[in-house]
């Protein structure tokens, strides 16, 4: 079968020579840190842990493994495997698991309250990086549903759990519950991230049962994000960065409509709902025509800094921690940072650039 993927992918390579990765060059003499960068994939997404992984990597598609010819070009770049539909509390439990090397604690607290089990996989013996601490920090990407997951991630490393520490014996609570480990962190990017919701699931309902709160879909309505918004925080020790994407059009009466050049078919039809769809969520949040520019899944507008945090325009010249640093929306649908599916697109340059950015500050 290994063989079959090879011919498969030096077909994809011959008939899409842009994906070759030769060109992209880094000067690692003017690096400032050599940090570890930590994947996370969106909802339906995989990682390295996940057996569809080596023959359609969530990073590079039909390009091929991005995260390995990354760390070909000098990079430390790793593909974190979280639940494809969990919710962000559920998903930044796995991943601290991952990274530290340890057993998911979903919280006593939240898995009783969730009802679901309290402890998850062990990673004590498949750790995701080497090693991890105030000294060896990380850098953290998320794309899509994977940026509200990192943004969680750092939030409790920081500021750890009340509520988790309120009816959990101290021997007995989990190490991502007690905070005080903010400066673990030394970055963190959201890619085409619903970071204050989206409209693809159109304005959800608060009054859904409890148990139902603990998922993906339901984390990504506007008024639940905005609530998970209120929990996080922005630590003056870590550098923020937001990149949104936009794959449409905008028409002569102000909706947006895809466009067929830049938008795969499998997001046209919801970028066109989309794209006109404006109104009142339950909670009284009125989303404005300043919500219709998307990328078939994500609101262009939602994408950019969590409306709760202060932000400002990226200028690579002076980047500033504590803040989240905006940069120039992509053009491109919401799998443009995955490579694409059907037009396959060379995304390795764009990331090497980016990480060499981080690597400089």
Known sequence: ??????????????????????????????????????????????????????????????????????????FKCYAASVDPEGSAWDRACELYAQLAGTKVDYGKEHSERCGHDRFGKDFSKKRLIPDWSAENKINLLGHSFGGVTVRLLAELMANGSEE????????????????????????????????????????????????????????????????????????????????????????????????????????RSSANEMGSLTGVTPNGYVVDESWLENDGLVNTISAKAPTSAPFKDLDKSNITAGIWNVAETYKGDHMAFNGDLMSPNNIRPFFADWMNMINCI
């Not at 993927?5 to 060109?23: D, E, G, H, R, Y």
């Not at 990597?57 to 070909?72: A, H, V």
């Not at 550098?239 to 949104?244: M, R, V």
């Open 1 to 74: 079968m290994s063989k079959i993927i090879s011919v498969i992918m030096t077909a994809i390579m011959f008939l899409f020579p842009s994906l070759n990765v030769s060109k992209i060059s880094v000067d690692k003499t003017k690096w400032n840190t050599d940090y570890a960068y930590v994947y996370c994939h969106g909802l339906s997404g995989w990682g390295s842990y996940d057996f569809q992984y080596r023959f359609m990597p969530y990073w590079g598609m039909f390009g091929g493994d991005m995260i390995k010819n990354l760390n070909k070009r000098g």
């Open 164 to 267: 988790e520490k309120a009816v959990t014996d101290s021997k007995e609570l989990s190490e991502l519950f007690t905070g005080g480990k903010a400066d673990w962190i030394y970055s963190i990017t959201t890619l085409a991230a619903p970071s204050n919701g989206t409209t693809a699931y159109g304005f959800g309902d608060p009054d859904v049962e409890v148990k139902n709160h603990d998922s993906a879909v339901y984390d990504m309505y506007i008024d639940n994000a905005m609530k998970i918004n209120e929990k996080i925080s922005t630590q003056n020790c870590t550098y923020y960065f937001a990149i949104a994407c936009s794959s449409t059009i905008k028409n002569a009466d102000g909706t947006y409509t895809a466009d067929n050049e830049l938008t795969e078919s499998l997001f």
